[in-house]
């Protein structure tokens, strides 16, 4: 197995075994589900209170310019952390890095429903994970060719792994929250 095949099971794996079996099932109830109030979430266009709304079709994501982020920061809701690692954890790499199409968070077109989320992060996985898979030993010890970061590649994609193992398990813990809320599970 090549160090790529390796960094990509490392993700594979958990994605198989952890993340995408705990999705199944996921509703637009749950999806929506906001555990406290003032959450940011996907809402439907001209309806988010949050500083800044980002994306291009009905529905926006909750945002806020960094400097202007609330602190603490609002809890997010599944729909929202979805979005975050479909567009900022996977898209925008998938785009530096394996095929030139640049992903927006302004000009993205964010789900309005569970099922299309989940058909967007399927996708967004599937170009990383494949990507990934192509990149040399040269590739991964180089700085990407294009982007911000000037790290090695194979930084860039341990951080990718860490960010959607960190936002994974969170959003589990929220499905958790949501099936206990009531205290019965």
Not at 41 to 53: E, F, M, Y
Not at 65 to 87: C, E, F, Q
Not at 147 to 165: A, C, D, K, S, T
Not at 173 to 183: F, S, T
Request: with cysteine; proline share 7%; net charge negative.
């Amino acid at each position: 197995m090549t160090r790529s095949e390796r960094l990509a099971e490392q993700l594979d794996w958990y994605w198989h075994q952890n993340l995408r079996p705990r999705l199944h099932g996921l509703t637009d109830e749950e999806y929506f589900w906001e555990p406290v109030r003032g959450c940011w979430s996907i809402r439907p266009r001209g309806a988010s209170a949050a500083p800044k709304s980002a994306g291009s079709g009905e529905w926006t994501m909750d945002s806020a310019s960094p400097d202007a982020v609330p602190a603490p920061a609002p809890v997010t809701t599944i729909a929202w952390r979805l979005a975050h690692i479909i567009v900022s954890c996977l898209g925008y790499r998938v785009g530096w890095y394996f095929d030139g199409q640049d992903v927006d968070s302004e000009k993205f077109a964010y789900a309005g429903t569970a099922d299309e989320a989940l058909q967007q992060l399927d996708e967004m996985y599937g170009r990383w994970n494949a990507g990934v898979r192509e990149l040399s030993d040269a590739d991964l010890e180089n700085p990407p060719p294009v982007g911000p970061e000037q790290f090695p590649m194979e930084n860039r994609v341990l951080h990718v792994n860490r960010e959607l193992i960190h936002h994974g398990a969170e959003i589990s813990l929220l499905r958790d929250l949501y099936r206990w809320q009531d205290g019965t599970g």
